[in-house]
């Protein structure tokens, strides 16, 4: 095999906690994790010639090292002594910088691409300790599904499988820098209404009762992202009104995303929320 295509899925939060600052400057988290259809494709194909070659569809994204995709790439190149070179090609449909593990979910399909590719034979614990090396959003890319993720992202417990609800998510035009978001963030003035009670809502989401699970469908992020930009909100009060059973920021923003209860009424919804210019407008499932 010479060649090979994988999906690279978007992920929500569907909720998202910040338990406290580490000494490392890292932050321990816990959250709800959900993957969704929307997705990259990444296209991978081994070369005669030594080194890695990417292109992408868009200029959002960097080419060059920096990419995740290349990182990963080498961290494989370099740890299986792999010979040859490799052409990374992504077809990118997440959007950047967005809350949605674009760039975490390309490196992981590149890590499972070249496991594929060169026939390696690692298992899927392997391949979360490698991605880890990349960022912590790695490993759960690898997995998916519903995961409770802690730590800093990377300790997943499975869920009861919450797949095959019908999703809006709308990207205002605006860029979040999620350092920036962390740093604003005073757990001092966090209260107990502003944190999701994580047992509760897997309760609600095992029940698939979204609109118990939107009581806590809550992401502690909001209280940093909101104030500064009003638009999240504004997503957020239209997402409602267009019919949401639950909508909440994925991530550190400025993502938004609804949970409806069937997909006339995500189509409906769709439509609406398309009509406005202040951002992309996205329809998936979750997966
Ligand atoms: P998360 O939800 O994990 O915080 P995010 O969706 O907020 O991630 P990404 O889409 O991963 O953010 O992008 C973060 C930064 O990474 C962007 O500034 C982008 O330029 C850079 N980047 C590097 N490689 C990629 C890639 N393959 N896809 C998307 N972004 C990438």
Same mark, same amino acid.
């Given at each position: 095999?010479?060649?090979?295509?994988?999906?690279?899925?978007?992920?929500?939060?569907?909720?998202?906690?910040?338990?406290?600052?580490?000494?490392?400057?890292?932050?321990?988290?816990?959250?709800?994790? $959900?993957?969704?259809?929307?997705? #990259?494709?990444?296209?991978?194909?081994?070369?005669?010639?030594? =080194?890695?070659?990417?292109?992408?569809?868009?200029?959002?994204?960097?080419?060059?090292?920096?990419?995740?995709?290349?990182?990963?790439?080498?961290?494989?190149?370099? $740890?299986?002594?792999?010979?040859?070179?490799?052409?990374?090609?992504?077809?990118?449909?997440?959007?950047?910088?967005?809350?949605?593990?674009?760039?975490?979910?390309?490196?992981?399909?590149?890590?499972? =691409?070249?496991?594929?590719?060169?026939?390696?034979?690692?298992?899927?614990?392997?391949?979360?300790? @490698? =991605? @880890? $090396?990349?960022?912590?959003?790695?490993?759960?890319?690898?997995?998916?599904?519903?995961?409770?993720?802690?730590?800093?992202?990377?300790?997943?417990?499975?869920?009861? #499988?919450?797949?095959?609800?019908?999703?809006?998510?709308?990207?205002?035009?605006?860029?979040?820098?999620?350092?920036?978001?962390?740093?604003?963030? #005073?757990?001092?003035?966090?209260?107990?209404?502003?944190?999701?009670?994580?047992?509760?809502?897997?309760?609600?989401?095992?029940?698939? #009762?979204?609109?118990?699970?939107? @009581?806590?469908?809550?992401?502690?992020?909001?209280?940093?992202?909101?104030?500064?930009?009003?638009?999240?909100?504004?997503?957020?009060?239209?997402?409602?009104?267009?019919?949401?059973?639950?909508?909440?920021?994925?991530?550190?923003?400025?993502?938004?995303?609804?949970?409806?209860?069937?997909?006339?009424?995500? $189509?409906?919804?769709?439509?609406?929320?398309?009509?406005?210019?202040?951002?992309?407008?996205?329809?998936?499932?979750?997966?």
């Amino acid at each position: 095999m010479s060649y090979i295509e994988i999906p690279a899925y978007a992920k929500i939060n569907l909720s998202l906690d910040v338990i406290r600052r580490r000494e490392d400057g890292y932050h321990e988290l816990r959250m709800i994790m $959900q993957t969704v259809s929307l997705h #990259d494709t990444v296209c991978l194909e081994s070369a005669g010639e030594a =080194g890695i070659r990417l292109e992408c569809d868009t200029d959002a994204v960097p080419c060059d090292r920096t990419n995740t995709a290349w990182r990963a790439a080498e961290l494989m190149f370099g $740890q299986y002594n792999l010979a040859g070179g490799l052409r990374i090609r992504i077809i990118k449909r997440i959007p950047a910088a967005a809350g949605l593990a674009g760039g975490s979910t390309d490196a992981a399909a590149v890590l499972k =691409g070249i496991n594929e590719l060169y026939a390696l034979g690692l298992d899927t614990g392997e391949l979360k300790r @490698l =991605g @880890l $090396q990349i960022g912590a959003d790695v490993p759960y890319c690898i997995e998916g599904g519903t995961r409770l993720a802690e730590g800093i992202g990377e300790i997943l417990t499975p869920l009861p #499988d919450l797949s095959g609800i019908d999703v809006v998510i709308v990207k205002p035009h605006i860029k979040v820098s999620t350092p920036w978001v962390y740093s604003q963030l #005073d757990l001092s003035q966090v209260t107990e209404h502003d944190r999701p009670d994580t047992e509760k809502l897997t309760e609600a989401l095992a029940n698939r #009762d979204l609109k118990a699970a939107s @009581l806590n469908m809550k992401n502690v992020l909001e209280l940093v992202t909101m104030r500064r930009y009003e638009i999240i909100s504004y997503a957020k009060s239209r997402m409602a009104q267009a019919g949401a059973e639950a909508c909440l920021m994925s991530g550190s923003g400025p993502s938004v995303f609804g949970l409806f209860a069937g997909p006339e009424k995500a $189509q409906e919804a769709y439509a609406k929320l398309s009509a406005h210019r202040e951002w992309e407008c996205f329809i998936a499932r979750t997966v």
